[in-house]
């Protein structure tokens, strides 16, 4: 009787041994990965990051460097520039978008126009 208590045990160890094994190796090729998108997200985050701030130095600097030179001129300058960048921004805004807006009816006729002239075309 205890032989055969003792071989349904020995069974039963077996069995969850294969059971826990196998868990183990999905719970492993899972982690691995899980493992590799994250370092993989993290370190393309990172490069992004230390490229955008080696650039932004490397701006600042030649900025430093040429206000230096021309004694405060050249920060006259970026502002001159700015200014107009904001006219030009200000303008499209104002303009440049209310007129898309009002020729858009117009557009769309167009389109149709030549849809319909491309599908009487013959092949």
């Not at 196998?22 to 370092?39: C, G």
């Not at 460097?65 to 200000?90: D, K, M, Q, W």
């Not at 557009?107 to 002239?117: I, N, P, S, T, V």
Request: aromatic share 8%; hydrophobic share 45%; glycine share 8%.
């Amino acid at each position: 009787m205890r032989g055969k208590q003792h071989k349904k045990d020995e069974q039963i160890c077996v069995r969850l041994e294969r059971g826990v094994l196998k868990a183990l190796i999905v719970a492993r090729s899972n982690m691995e990965r899980i493992m590799d998108t994250h370092s993989t997200r993290s370190n393309s985050y990172r490069e992004t990051i230390v490229s955008v701030m080696l650039t932004g130095m490397t701006a600042a600097f030649f900025l430093l460097l040429l206000a230096l030179i021309s004694g405060g001129y050249f920060v006259y300058l970026l502002l001159i520039l700015i200014a107009i960048g904001a006219f030009g921004a200000f303008h499209y805004l104002l303009w440049g978008r209310l007129l898309s807006e009002e020729t858009a009816g117009e557009r769309e006729e167009e389109q149709l126009r030549q849809r319909a002239l491309a599908d009487d075309w013959p092949d």
